[in-house]
């Protein structure tokens, strides 16, 4: 029986990850990403090495923001914007899941070949033993 709750909260899950890829999709949004890692920093600031305006920095921003992957503050005059590790964090907790999925198939898959040239099989071309 499908326990529609987790339906629903997969496709919450998988909106964010949508999200979140899209806006990764950008090289000028994963330089920001990366610029952010380092610290925290101002529109301004982040704009300094682009040669784009401030609005169009700002938009990239937005985005990046909408996907749950930056955060912004008040420090008086100042908006800084600050990455969301914890958003990162499901990305990689997806990333890590496919991959060792895939990890434990390709085991499963050398074992198999291993087996297999052990009993006297012919060997298998493009396996690594040309």
Same mark, same amino acid.
């Given at each position: 029986m499908v326990d529609y709750r987790d339906v629903a909260v997969n496709q919450d899950n998988e909106a964010r990850l949508d999200r979140a890829f899209l806006a990764l999709a950008d090289p000028v949004r994963r330089k920001l990403v990366a610029r952010l890692s380092q610290s925290s920093a101002t529109v301004n600031e982040l704009a300094e090495p682009f040669e784009?305006?401030?609005q169009a920095i700002s938009k990239h921003i937005q985005v990046l923001e909408r996907a749950g992957l930056i955060t912004r503050s008040r420090d008086g005059q100042r908006r800084p914007c600050h990455l969301a590790? +914890? +958003?990162?964090e499901e990305l990689t907790a997806?990333?890590?899941?496919?991959?060792?999925? +895939? =990890? +434990?198939r390709y085991r499963r898959l050398d074992?198999?070949? =291993?087996n297999m040239q052990g009993a006297g099989a012919p060997r298998v071309r493009g396996a690594g033993n040309e």
């Open positions: 784009l305006s401030k590790p +914890a +958003a990162l997806w990333i890590d899941g496919h991959r060792l999925v +895939a =990890e +434990a074992s198999l070949l =291993e």
